[in-house]
Every structure is written in structure tokens, then in C-alpha cells.
T-cell receptor, first 108, second 114 residues
Framework: KNEVEQSPQNLTAQEGEFITINCSYS?????LHWLQQHPGGGIVSLFM???GKKKHGRLIATINIQEKHSSLHITASHPRDSAVYIC??????????FGQGTRLTINP | EPEVTQTPSHQVTQMGQEVILRCVPI?????FYWYRQILGQKVEFLVS????????KSEIFDDQFSVERPDGSNFTLKIRSTKLEDSAMYFC????????????FGAGSRLTVL
């Protein structure tokens, strides 16, 4: 069983739709990260959170420590949001354990 | 905005050859990492480096791999004798205080072993 599971694996939506990507983890963590990977391969950190909720522009990330679950929401989605979104958790002091990623496609 | 720089962006090598991938982390960061992503698979942790020594490494990081910070700015990953299965995208990352801080990733170095 993977330590970090994401759902869905693939998501296609129309421009403007509200998007939710889910992440569940089975290990103790010190932090959870949401990352974005574009087709060229580069990885950008979107959020790091250890409790509660964070918002940046149209992106919102929440975490429920008791349920070992996090969600990434995108409001008013746009084609430029198309990318792979990756959930990763920090185990111990330093090591990041990654989920498989969710491939998001937003059609105009 | 400060960034992590990786070179080369793409390297093609023959099996058995040595490869060095280079990274320039953000200047005031203290923790440095290498991750890899085999095509179509998830990103995997290789090694973390702090205070001029390896602080943690994965099972993947065997004797064929080594890391070095030779001059206070570069952070290198060496693969001594490349295998076909070493073909992957290798990402360098750095963070300011600890791994429980936001990581900044480089754009990646794609290694193709023939």
C-alpha cells in the first residue's frame, strides 16, 4: 500500500469549474505539501501545511490531521491550471514521500 | 525570485559511464536534496544533505551514488557507473531551515542511459 494516496488519478473539467483533489496518508507526518508539475517537468511548491487551511489566490488547501487527509481546491478553474498536482508528506525531519499525482486537464 | 539552478538539463550517456549532475541551491538555504522521477512514476527521495554531510538517504541511494558540496555553492550528484534503470529526471531541491519547510525545486536534469 502506498503511504500517500491521491484521488482522482486523472481529472478533466471545463473552464470555471470548482476542482477538488484529495490526498490520504498512512504515516506520521510533520507537514504536508501540495506541488504542481507542468508538462516540462519542473516542480513548484504550492502549499506547505501542518494544520487547518491555507489560501493563495484561487487555490485552497486544507488538512485534517486526525483523519490523515488533505484536499486541494481550485476555484474558477482555467486552462492554465492544467498540470499534475502532487501531494507529498514530510516524514521525520527531512524526507518527502510523494503521491502518484493527479493529472488535471481544464478545457476551455 | 531566488531559484535553484540545475545543469545539464539533459544528458545522454552510455551504460557504465560516470555522470555528474550539478545544482546551485538558493544561497541562504541550509538543506539540500536530490529526488528522481522515472518516466511515468512518482517522485522518489534519494538523499538529503546538511552541514556538509548526508543526513538521510533512501534505499535507492546505494554505493553507486554520491553527493558533494565542493565549493559552498554547488551541490553535485555523482553516479559512478550508470545503469539503464538510472534513466530518470533528477531534481535538486533546497530549503531554508529543515525539510518541514517549503522546498524550492530546480527544473530537473533528464538523464538518459543507453
Amino acid at each position: 500500500k502506498n503511504e500517500v494516496e491521491q484521488s482522482p488519478q486523472n481529472l478533466t473539467a471545463q473552464e470555471g469549474e470548482f476542482i477538488t483533489i484529495n490526498c490520504s496518508y498512512s504515516v506520521g507526518i510533520s507537514a504536508l505539501h501540495w506541488l504542481q508539475q507542468h508538462p516540462g517537468g519542473g516542480i513548484v511548491s504550492l502549499f506547505m501545511l501542518s494544520s487547518g487551511k491555507k489560501k493563495h489566490g484561487r487555490l485552497i488547501a486544507t488538512i485534517n490531521i486526525q483523519e490523515k487527509h488533505s484536499s486541494l481546491h481550485i476555484t474558477a478553474s482555467h486552462p492554465r491550471d492544467s498540470a499534475v498536482y502532487i501531494c507529498a508528506v514530510t516524514q521525520g525531519a527531512q524526507k518527502l514521500v510523494f503521491g502518484q499525482g493527479t493529472r488535471l486537464t481544464i478545457n476551455p | 525570485e531566488p531559484e535553484v539552478t540545475q545543469t545539464p538539463s539533459h544528458q545522454v550517456t552510455q551504460m557504465g559511464q560516470e555522470v555528474i549532475l550539478r545544482c546551485v541551491p538558493i544561497s541562504n538555504h541550509l538543506y539540500f536534496y536530490w529526488y528522481r522521477q522515472i518516466l511515468g512514476q512518482k517522485v522518489e527521495f534519494l538523499v538529503s544533505f546538511y552541514n556538509n554531510e548526508i543526513s538521510e538517504k533512501s534505499e535507492i541511494f546505494d554505493d553507486q551514488f554520491s553527493v558533494e558540496r565542493p565549493d559552498g555553492s554547488n551541490f553535485t550528484l555523482k553516479i559512478r557507473s550508470t545503469k539503464l534503470e538510472d534513466s530518470a529526471m533528477y531534481f535538486c531541491a533546497s530549503s531554508g531551515i529543515s525539510g518541514a519547510n517549503v522546498l524550492t525545486f530546480g527544473a530537473g536534469s533528464r538523464l538518459t542511459v543507453l
